[in-house]
C-alpha cells in the first residue's frame, strides 16, 4: 500500500502493487503564471510558423514516440494498470495522430471558396490561441495526441492537465515534443488536481478548452466555459449498446462481445457495456460467451498471458464493486464474477449480470469496469428502444445483416455506430457524442475546425 503520508502531490500508484512510484509537486501559482504567459507569447509567432514547419515537428516527435515505444507503453502499464500488449497498441495509434494531422492540416484549413451574389469570398481558418486540454488515464497517450496533434499543426497552442493517476505518462508527452524541437511555450504540462482547474478557465490568457472525462468534470466545465464565453468541447461517457441480431455471425458477435467489454479492464468509453440480444439467438449467445469467459485470466498487465488486467486505482475497483453490489440488491442475476480477488491491486473478476431491470442504477449508470451487462429482446424495434434508454449518447454497435444494421443504426441516438465490427479509434472517422455523452468533434477534418475561427473575407466586385 501506499506509504508516504498524504502531502499536496500528484501520485504515481501503480495499481496492479499499489506502490508508489513518483511524486510531483502540484504546479505552483507562479509557475502556472509563467506558463501562461509563455503559451500566449508562444502563439504570436507559433500561428504563424508554416505548416510545413510544424508538421516537420510533428512527424519527428512521432518518430520518437515509436523509437519509445516500449518505454512508453511500460510507464502507461505501470501507472495505469493495462495491459501491456494494449499499452503498445495505444503507443502506435497515437503516433498516427502525428503523422496524419502533419499530412492532412495544410488541405483541412487551406481557405475555402463561398459563392456569394457579392463578390469573391472565401472562409479563412485561423487557430485562437491557447487552449487547455483536460484529459483521462485509460487512454494516457492516445487521448493527449488526438487532440493535440490537430491543434498544434493548426497553429493553437496548448497546456495539458492530465489526469492525477498518470504524471510520468503526461510529462512524457511534453518531453518528446520538446526533443522533437517544438518551440518554448507551445505545449506545456501542468500538475493540477481536477478541482483546481476552475480558476484557469477564467484566465484571458485560455481561449478554449476540450475535455474528455465523466459527466461530472463536463458538466463542471461546461459552466466556466459559459460563463467567460469559451468554446468547450466535451468528450463524455457512455453506456453503449452492443446490438445482436438473428442474423449475425454469432461466433463472431460474441467473441467481439466479450473481449470488447474486457478490452482496457472494461475503462474505454464507447466499450460495449450493454450487450442486447434477440431473443431466439440469446441463449446460445450466452452460453458461447460463458464458454469464453470461464477462461479469461486475470493477472498481471506485464504478463502477456493475461486477459483482464487490474482497475485504474482502489477507488475504482471499490466504486465498480459498489455498483455491481447495488445491482444485485436491486435484483438482478449476478451469473460469473462480481468479488475483488484477494491479491494486492486493484484486481476485480470479470462480472457477468443479466436481468437489470429499468429501475435499477445500473440501467442508468455507466460501469467503467469489467462487466457485461446483458438484455435480451424481441424484435428490431425492441433493441432500438432500449439501445436509446439511456441519457448517454456515445458508441454502439450491431451485428446483423448489413442492411438491417444500418437501418437500426439511423433510429440510434448516438455518434458513433459500428457495423459488424467492434468501435474503435482512427484519426480519419470523427469521434465524439450526442446526449449526456456531450458535445463536439474529435479526431478527422471535424476535429481540427472545432477550435479555429473560420473567418469570412469577402472582396466587393470590381
Ligand atoms: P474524470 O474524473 O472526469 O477525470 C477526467 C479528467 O478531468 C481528469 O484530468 C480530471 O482530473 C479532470 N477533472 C475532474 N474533475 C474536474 C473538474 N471539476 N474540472 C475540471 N477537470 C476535472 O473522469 P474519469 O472517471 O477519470 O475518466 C473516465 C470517464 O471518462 C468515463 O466516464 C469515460 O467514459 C470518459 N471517457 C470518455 C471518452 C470519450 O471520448 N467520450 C474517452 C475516454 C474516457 P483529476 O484526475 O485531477 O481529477
Not at 499536496?8 to 506558463?35: C, G, H, Q, W, Y
Not at 450487450?275 to 502477456?304: H, R, T, W, Y
Request: glycine share 6%; aromatic share 8%.
Amino acid at each position: 500500500m501506499e506509504t508516504t503520508e498524504k502531502r499536496n502531490t500528484i501520485k504515481s500508484i501503480n495499481p496492479a502493487t499499489n506502490v508508489l512510484l513518483k511524486e510531483f509537486e502540484i504546479t505552483s501559482p507562479e509557475k502556472l503564471e509563467d506558463i501562461l504567459a509563455k503559451a500566449d507569447k508562444a502563439f504570436k509567432t507559433w500561428k504563424n510558423t508554416s505548416f510545413e514547419d510544424r508538421a516537420v515537428i510533428l512527424k519527428k516527435a512521432a518518430e520518437l514516440i515509436l523509437d519509445k515505444k516500449q518505454f512508453l507503453a511500460e510507464l502507461a502499464t505501470l501507472e495505469v494498470g493495462k495491459k501491456i500488449s494494449e499499452s503498445i497498441g495505444e503507443v502506435e495509434l497515437a503516433a498516427k495522430f502525428y503523422n496524419y494531422y502533419a499530412e492532412h492540416a495544410v488541405d483541412f484549413l487551406a481557405d475555402k471558396p463561398v459563392k456569394t451574389p457579392l463578390g469573391d469570398a472565401f472562409l479563412s481558418y485561423d487557430p485562437i490561441g491557447t487552449l487547455l486540454s483536460i484529459q483521462p488515464w485509460n487512454f494516457p497517450y492516445y487521448q493527449v495526441l488526438r487532440v493535440g496533434a490537430p491543434q498544434l499543426m493548426a497553429g493553437n497552442t496548448m497546456i495539458l492537465k492530465h489526469a492525477s493517476n498518470v504524471p510520468q505518462c503526461a510529462q512524457a508527452m511534453e518531453d518528446i515534443l520538446q526533443e522533437a524541437g517544438l518551440p518554448d511555450g507551445v505545449f506545456t504540462n501542468v500538475f493540477l488536481p481536477g478541482n483546481k482547474v476552475g480558476e484557469l478557465m477564467d484566465d484571458p490568457r485560455i481561449k478554449g478548452v476540450m475535455l474528455t472525462g465523466s459527466e461530472k468534470a463536463g458538466a463542471s466545465i461546461a459552466i466556466a466555459a459559459s460563463k467567460n464565453i469559451k468554446k468547450a468541447t466535451l468528450e463524455l461517457g457512455g453506456s453503449d449498446p452492443f446490438i445482436v441480431l438473428d442474423d449475425a455471425d454469432l461466433d463472431k458477435a460474441v467473441q467481439m462481445a466479450v473481449y470488447g467489454r474486457m478490452y482496457n479492464s472494461g475503462r474505454a468509453c464507447a466499450s460495449p457495456k450493454r450487450i442486447i440480444v434477440q431473443e431466439n439467438i440469446a441463449d446460445a449467445f450466452l452460453a458461447k460467451a460463458l464458454s469464453i469467459f470461464d477462461k479469461l485470466k486475470v493477472g498481471d498487465p506485464m504478463d502477456p498471458s493475461t486477459d483482464v488486467a487490474p482497475l485504474s486505482s482502489e477507488s475504482a475497483v471499490i466504486e465498480v464493486l459498489e455498483q455491481v453490489d447495488k445491482a444485485v440488491e436491486e435484483s438482478a442475476t449476478l451469473v460469473r464474477g462480481g468479488h475483488r480477488i484477494d491479491r494486492e491491486g486493484a484486481y476485480m473478476e470479470p462480472t457477468l449480470l443479466t436481468n437489470i431491470t429499468e429501475n435499477m442504477l445500473a440501467f442508468k449508470e455507466e460501469i467503467f469496469g469489467p462487466v457485461f451487462m446483458f438484455y435480451t429482446v424481441k424484435n428490431d424495434q425492441e433493441a432500438i428502444d432500449l439501445a436509446n434508454a439511456t441519457d448517454f449518447g456515445l458508441g454502439c454497435t450491431i451485428y446483423a445483416s448489413q442492411d438491417r444494421a444500418v437501418k437500426i443504426g439511423r433510429q440510434i441516438d448516438s455518434g458513433i455506430i459500428y457495423i459488424n465490427q467492434l468501435t474503435t479509434a482512427t484519426p480519419e472517422l470523427p469521434y465524439g457524442g450526442t446526449k449526456n455523452s456531450g458535445y463536439g468533434r474529435e479526431q478527422s477534418e471535424e476535429g481540427i475546425h472545432e477550435f479555429m475561427n473560420a473567418k469570412i473575407m469577402a472582396i466587393a466586385k470590381n
